[in-house]
């Protein structure tokens, strides 16, 4: 008689929204799971740091371990899963120590690897260890085995999406009650979406670092997150939506990735900001929580990947993915290619990028003003397709919102300069470019 396979034995690493989520899962799944990974995945060591805190989950079949540093080094653990967070700290020096050991490591940590995925990345090449991070980007979405393994035949000629369920969870809740945006970001909190840090999703990081991550895969570049041009969604009014939508659009927080060839070759060019999307656009209909990632082969065509970003059910389903893998013996290289072989492309200047952008004004409500602004606009070479002025805020500032003809970006972004500093604007412009074809 063959002996039973040996169970892959796993230590988490943190037991907030994802860890308990990771419990459950793995618990109720045990049995689909085993067959499918040919082995039982068993959690057998867990940590966080209180240990008496109520996770409504039962902890009395796991050894607690108080410091995660050393989990990798323990002998009944063959995979750690890092789900506390954080760039760097306890996080970092547990994933250093645990693929130093020789053991796989599993995290849904972006913001880790954003910052340290290649040094990680290289420290598993060398030690032939699985390093995985399926829900790093996008949540329950698996895009990251979508863009490595299914779409892998491809040339990736852009990649972008909505890559922050909080964000997106806000915009929608603002377009469908009219309500503003503080009051809205709560509600988000408390469903359990939200970083630990909020300001990293409402700031744009969050969607910085998972598209730094996605662009690192899809075109077998370096992770540079610094070179991600970004923008959150904190001056985001009730009125743009509001004004959006009588124009045909919603907004979106989107993160887009293209590498497109400047004088030298080919450069990266990375940016999260507020878009205008058009109501027949895919991404237009992507609500509450959920993220969608839109891939374009070079021979695929546009794929769409779509589903829950957050939470702890499709957090932890991303996770369990991995194990499933590592359990197979799964261990090809974290980007696609190895450490050594990812390009070093150079950041890609915006100045000759073209499109049509939304402009909001705040303007005190005197004569010339709008001159002011026209003059603004006709001087940088901007040329308008549409123009509202709205009725007096309660501050008694009065909106100008206008939409571009298609043009240089640079051209736009000339006309704020001009107008900086100028008496009759009672904060900067606002600018939101249209998501194009
Ligand atoms: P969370 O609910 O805040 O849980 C974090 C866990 O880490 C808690 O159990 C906490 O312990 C533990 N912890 C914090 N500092 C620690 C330390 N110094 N030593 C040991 N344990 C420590 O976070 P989460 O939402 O589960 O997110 C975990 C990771 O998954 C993050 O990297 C996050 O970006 C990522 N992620 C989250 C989601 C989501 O929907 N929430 C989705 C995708 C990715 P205590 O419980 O004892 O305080
Ligand atoms: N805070 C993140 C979000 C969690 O809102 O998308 C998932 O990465």
Same mark, same amino acid.
């Given at each position: 008689?063959?002996?039973?396979?040996?169970?892959?034995?796993?230590?988490?690493?943190?037991?907030?929204?994802?860890?308990?989520?990771?419990?459950?899962?793995?618990?109720?799944?045990?049995?689909?799971?085993?067959?499918?990974?040919?082995?039982?995945?068993?959690?057998?060591?867990?940590?966080?740091?209180?240990?008496?805190?109520?996770?409504?989950?039962?902890?009395?079949?796991?050894?607690?371990?108080?410091?995660?540093?050393?989990?990798?080094?323990?002998?009944?653990?063959?995979?750690?899963?890092?789900?506390?967070?954080?760039?760097?700290?306890?996080?970092?020096?547990?994933?250093?120590?645990?693929?130093?050991? #020789?053991?796989?490591?599993?995290?849904?940590?972006?913001?880790?690897?954003?910052?340290?995925?290649?040094?990680?990345?290289?420290?598993?090449?060398?030690?032939?260890?699985?390093?995985?991070?399926?829900?790093?980007?996008?949540?329950?979405?698996?895009?990251?085995?979508?863009?490595?393994?299914?779409?892998?035949?491809?040339?990736?000629?852009?990649?972008?999406?909505?890559?922050?369920?909080?964000?997106?969870?806000?915009?929608?809740?603002?377009?469908?009650?009219?309500?503003?945006?503080?009051?809205?970001?709560?509600?988000?909190?408390?469903?359990?979406?939200?970083?630990?840090?909020?300001?990293?999703?409402?700031?744009?990081?969050?969607?910085?670092?998972?598209?730094?991550?996605?662009?690192?895969?899809?075109?077998?570049?370096?992770?540079?997150?610094?070179?991600?041009?970004?923008?959150?969604?904190?001056?985001?009014?009730?009125?743009?939506?509001?004004?959006?939508?009588?124009?045909?659009?919603?907004?979106?927080?989107?993160?887009?990735?293209?590498?497109?060839?400047?004088?030298?070759?080919?450069?990266?060019?990375?940016?999260?900001?507020?878009?205008?999307?058009?109501?027949?656009?895919?991404?237009?209909?992507?609500?509450?929580?959920?993220?969608?990632?839109?891939?374009?082969?070079?021979?695929?065509?546009?794929?769409?990947?779509?589903?829950? #970003?957050?939470?702890?059910?499709?957090?932890?389903?991303?996770?369990?993915?991995?194990?499933?893998?590592?359990?197979?013996?799964?261990?090809?290289?974290?980007?696609?290619?190895?450490? #050594?072989?990812?390009?070093?492309?150079?950041?890609?200047?915006?100045?000759?990028?073209?499109?049509?952008?939304?402009?909001?004004?705040?303007?005190?409500?005197?004569?010339?003003?709008?001159?002011?602004?026209?003059?603004?606009?006709?001087?940088?070479?901007?040329?308008?397709?549409?123009?509202?002025?709205?009725?007096?805020?309660?501050?008694?500032?009065?909106?100008?919102?206008?939409?571009?003809?298609?043009?240089?970006?640079?051209?736009?972004?000339?006309?704020?300069?001009?107008?900086?500093?100028?008496?009759?604007?009672?904060?900067?412009?606002?600018?939101?470019?249209?998501?194009?074809?």
């Amino acid at each position: 008689m063959s002996e039973p396979p040996k169970p892959l034995r796993v230590a988490l690493a943190g037991l907030g929204t994802v860890g308990a989520g990771v419990i459950r899962l793995v618990e109720a799944n045990a049995a689909l799971i085993a067959r499918r990974a040919g082995r039982p995945i068993r959690i057998t060591v867990v940590g966080a740091r209180d240990r008496n805190k109520d996770r409504g989950v039962d902890l009395s079949p796991y050894t607690w371990e108080d410091d995660m540093v050393i989990m990798g080094e323990r002998d009944d653990v063959d995979v750690v899963v890092e789900l506390v967070g954080g760039s760097d700290g306890p996080a970092l020096a547990c994933a250093r120590t645990t693929i130093e050991a #020789g053991k796989a490591l599993v995290t849904a940590n972006k913001a880790m690897i954003a910052h340290h995925g290649l040094e990680l990345a290289g420290k598993a090449e060398a030690a032939k260890v699985a390093l995985k991070f399926e829900a790093a980007v996008a949540g329950g979405i698996p895009v990251i085995k979508g863009l490595r393994e299914g779409a892998a035949a491809n040339a990736i000629e852009r990649v972008y999406g909505i890559l922050n369920g909080t964000c997106n969870y806000i915009l929608t809740v603002m377009e469908d009650t009219g309500r503003d945006f503080a009051d809205v970001l709560a509600e988000a909190q408390a469903k359990g979406y939200a970083e630990a840090d909020p300001a990293f999703d409402i700031e744009g990081t969050d969607a910085a670092h998972k598209l730094s991550i996605l662009a690192a895969i899809a075109f077998g570049s370096n992770i540079d997150f610094a070179g991600v041009d970004t923008a959150g969604i904190t001056r985001l009014r009730a009125a743009d939506i509001a004004q959006a939508d009588a124009l045909g659009y919603v907004i979106r927080l989107i993160g887009m990735a293209e590498t497109p060839v400047g004088e030298t070759g080919q450069t990266l060019f990375q940016r999260v900001q507020p878009h205008l999307v058009p109501f027949d656009h895919p991404l237009a209909h992507v609500d509450g929580a959920t993220n969608a990632v839109v891939a374009e082969g070079n021979f695929s065509g546009r794929l769409l990947f779509q589903g829950a #970003g957050a939470g702890d059910g499709p957090t932890a389903s991303a996770v369990v993915a991995d194990l499933i893998d590592i359990a197979r013996g799964e261990i090809a290289a974290p980007f696609s290619v190895p450490v #050594g072989e990812l390009e070093a492309l150079p950041r890609a200047s915006s100045a000759n990028r073209m499109g049509r952008s939304y402009v909001r004004f705040m303007v005190t409500d005197r004569p010339g003003v709008l001159a002011e602004i026209t003059a603004a606009l006709r001087d940088a070479g901007v040329s308008i397709e549409s123009l509202i002025q709205k009725g007096r805020s309660a501050d008694g500032a009065v909106m100008v919102a206008m939409v571009t003809h298609e043009g240089p970006e640079s051209a736009v972004h000339e006309a704020v300069r001009l107008l900086a500093g100028s008496a009759s604007l009672t904060e900067p412009p606002l600018v939101i470019h249209i998501l194009g074809e």
